[in-house]
C-alpha cells in the first residue's frame, strides 16, 4: 500500500504525514489513519518488494 498526502497533514499508525510526503506500507492487515487537518490523500494498492 502507498499513501500520498496532497494536501493537509495525516498520521498513518503514529507516523505524521504532511502535504506531498508519501509512505509505502508493507505487511500490514489494518492501517489507523487520522486527518490532524482538512486533508485529502490517496491510498493506492501497488506491489511492492519485501
Wanted: proline share 2%; net charge negative.
Amino acid at each position: 500500500m502507498y499513501v500520498f498526502v496532497i494536501s493537509g497533514t495525516i498520521t498513518v499508525d503514529g507516523q505524521e504525514l504532511e502535504t506531498r510526503d508519501g509512505l509505502g506500507i508493507t505487511a500490514f492487515e489494518t492501517l489507523d489513519i487520522k486527518a490532524t487537518s482538512d486533508s485529502k490523500f490517496l491510498l493506492m494498492e501497488i506491489p511492492m518488494e519485501q
